[in-house]
């Protein structure tokens, strides 16, 4: 179909082409290849924490990071308080500032994939003032110069990758140093286990009907409260990935909030609902009423049930987000890999002086 002047419309030419055979010349940087070697990357970051162990014994861990790095200490805390002997508590910060209440008794670990990130290095270097025994994870950068300078163990990630799509590399190294500190349990098997599901698992069909619901509406990722750091991911590799908006909130606090927010829905949106094995009986029926108020508010519901380890859960739930994200950004025919307007604003904010 054409215009009154005979030409082709873009909507007429986009009809015409075949998803994703035509649109993956807009992935400039071969994201794809990247986010389905997430088995691979397991496998090799899980390595890279051998041998490495705190001087000495710690009660608490901060994970301090941003973005794409930040999002470890998330998962980590998730994975750990599933935990019942779990004797440490983690805790996350993404600030300039490390909180009170930290000391000598604390194991810092700052990740920044860059080794540049300035909130970061900030929260390093507040947190070892107070007395905090640090661990590093970086592909370089300011960190590593930081980790040579004061003698702390830093583990040296491969180059070249966006931080978002590193986060193998971010979460599994640090794994592996608390299972050496022995604050918790060997996940080894479930790790080579996770390695095996990621490799033969198929879901990039499943991926590209997903990328299709979501798009020309806002995603809203739901998940129950402790499962929410899964869901954040998802949110933010459509922010990251597609450039494109989407929510997330955890059950059941959704019930007590943003749930009127559908009476005058205001947009297009489509639901994707994490559910896994793990919930209170309540919230499992708060899933199903949850389900039934939004699609009567006009929302679709996509349900995605995992099962399995929390670890498998996390990351299998992760490699379906990532993709869906990925050809979410075809969809808007956008390249996926370069983050062009968080680059500029961090040239704005100018140099930081720690």
Same mark, same amino acid.
């Given at each position: 179909?054409g215009d009154?002047s005979?030409?082709?419309?873009k909507?007429?030419k986009?009809?015409?082409?075949v998803?994703?055979?035509?649109?993956?010349?807009?992935?400039k940087e071969?994201?794809?290849?990247i986010?389905?070697?997430?088995?691979e990357?397991?496998?090799?970051?899980?390595?890279l924490?051998?041998g490495i162990?705190?001087d000495?014994?710690?009660?608490?861990?901060?994970v301090?990071?941003?973005g794409?790095?930040? $999002?470890?200490?998330?998962l980590?805390k998730?994975?750990?308080?599933?935990?019942?002997?779990c004797?440490? !508590?983690?805790?996350?910060?993404?600030n300039?500032q490390?909180?009170t209440g930290?000391?000598d @008794?604390?194991?810092?670990?700052a990740?920044?994939?860059s080794?540049?990130t300035?909130?970061?290095? /900030?929260?390093?270097k507040?947190?070892i003032?107070?007395?905090c025994? !640090?661990?590093l994870?970086s592909s370089g950068?300011k960190?590593?110069?930081?980790?040579?300078l @004061?003698?702390?163990?830093i583990i040296k990630?491969?180059?070249?990758?966006?931080p978002?799509?590193?986060? !193998?590399?971010l979460f599994?190294?640090?794994?592996?140093?608390m299972?050496?500190?022995?604050?918790v349990? /060997? *996940?080894?098997?479930?790790?080579n286990g996770?390695?095996?599901t990621?490799k033969?698992?198929d $879901?990039r069909?499943?991926?590209i009907e997903?990328?299709?619901?979501?798009?020309?509406k806002?995603? #809203? $990722?739901?998940?129950?409260?402790?499962?929410?750091?899964?869901a954040?991911r998802w949110?933010?590799?459509?922010?990251?990935?597609a450039k494109?908006?989407?929510f997330?909130?955890?059950l059941p606090e959704?019930n007590?909030?943003e749930?009127?927010?559908?009476t @005058?829905r $205001?947009?297009?949106? *489509?639901?994707v609902?994490?559910?896994?094995?793990?919930e209170?009986r309540?919230?499992i029926?708060?899933?199903?009423?949850?389900?039934? #108020?939004?699609?009567?508010?006009?929302?679709?519901?996509t349900?995605?049930?995992?099962?399995?380890?929390?670890l498998?859960q996390?990351?299998?739930t992760i490699?379906l987000g990532?993709m869906? /994200?990925?050809?979410l950004a075809?969809?808007?025919?956008t390249?996926?890999?370069p983050v062009?307007?968080?680059?500029?604003?961090?040239?704005?904010?100018g140099?930081?002086?720690?």
């Open positions: 179909m009154k005979g030409r082709e419309t909507d007429a986009k009809k015409r082409k998803f994703p055979d035509d649109y993956f010349r807009y992935d071969d994201a794809y290849k986010i389905s070697s997430m088995h990357h397991i496998r090799e970051a899980y390595k924490g051998l162990k705190p000495r014994p710690f009660q608490r861990v901060l301090a990071g941003m794409g790095s930040g $999002i470890a200490g998330d980590l998730e994975l750990f308080e599933a935990e019942p002997t004797p440490v !508590a983690v805790d996350t910060v993404k300039y490390t909180p930290i000391d @008794n604390t194991l810092l670990i990740i920044s994939y080794g540049n300035e909130e970061t290095l /900030s929260m390093y507040t947190g003032r107070k007395g025994q !640090a661990l994870v950068g960190m590593e110069e930081l980790a040579k @004061n003698k702390h163990a990630l491969p180059k070249g990758l966006q978002r799509m590193a986060i !193998a590399y599994f190294p640090i794994l592996r140093v299972e050496n500190s022995g604050v349990r /060997s *996940y080894e098997q479930e790790v996770l390695v095996d990621l033969q698992q $879901i069909e499943k991926a997903l990328s299709a619901k979501c798009y020309e806002i995603p #809203l $990722i739901l998940a129950d409260n402790s499962f929410y750091p899964v954040y949110k933010t590799q459509v922010n990251e990935n494109a908006p989407a997330c909130h955890a959704f007590h909030n749930m009127l927010a559908y @005058n $205001i947009g297009s949106y *489509y639901a609902m994490l559910s896994t094995d793990r209170h309540r919230v029926k708060r899933i199903g009423l949850t389900k039934e #108020l939004l699609q009567h508010k006009g929302v679709a519901v349900e995605i049930a995992v099962k399995g380890t929390m498998k996390m990351f299998t490699h990532d869906t /994200s990925y050809f075809l969809r808007y025919e390249d996926p890999t062009k307007l968080i680059e500029r604003f961090k040239r704005d904010m140099p930081f002086l720690i």
